[in-house]
């Protein structure tokens, strides 16, 4: 499997994250890119054997003009099994998400920071991102623990691209 290091910058869409100033000034100077199976196929996919060198060439192309810039997509739920609830406290609303920095798509995959370890059957190793959060206003911490558990949430990523191999197995 091939990788990319990439997340510099992992903001969760709660109901207030759009007002963040933070957040908006690093979005707001990232480049959007459409699906996340798009990006990784164009950066690094697998060519197939009838273009083989055209294939390469473009996917060489591509990732001169994505490496070291800021990219900016949303994840939508079908995608945010990587999530799932950290330590919460009820009664001020704070909570952690607990986040697998781990991205699929074809033989690739964004992570944050190359993986330097892998267990006995070659999967990455990877340690949570920890994600401070607060209940969004009107919403309680078990509504929260539904929407995590049901995968209903979605998450906006800000993100710098650059290119990694693959851990030894």
Sequence with gaps: MRW????????PVLAQADVDPRFAKM??????IGGLS???DNYAGVCGP????QCEEKRKEFRRGA?????????TEDSTNV???GDANPITGEFILNMTPF???GESAITHGAPTKTDANGNAILPFIRINAKVPDGW?????NRQVAARALRLQLVFTSCRSAAPER
């Design 140 to 144: 309680s911490m078990q509504l929260m």
């Design 50 to 53: 009838l273009m083989t060198a």
């Design 83 to 85: 999530l799932s609830m």
């Design 4 to 11: 990319l290091m990439a997340v510099v910058v992992m903001v």
């Design 67 to 75: 490496d070291g810039k800021k990219h900016y997509m949303i994840v």
């Design 27 to 32: 979005r707001d100077v990232a480049e959007k």
């Design 38 to 40: 798009e990006f990784i």
């Design 103 to 105: 991205f699929a798509a």
